[in-house]
């Protein structure tokens, strides 16, 4: 399995919430989670996207009750 291919790209106008370096962002996608990582400092985030939670949980809808 190769990590290499993971297509990272600049968030313009983005700035980085621990160092304040602006246009340093970047944002790939990682398993899925769109992750957020500063090129000036070690700064790292995830984004869990509240529309794929529910997508997640959707498969819990078609249970139904029996009368
Ligand atoms: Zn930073």
Redesign the pocket.
Known sequence: MSMSKIKKRFVAGAK??????QD??LLFKLNGIETVE??????TAQQVDEQAKQQSSGSLIGVFKPE
Do not use: H, N
């Open positions: 980085c919430p621990k160092c304040g370096a340093s962002i500063c090129t000036d400092c070690d700064y």
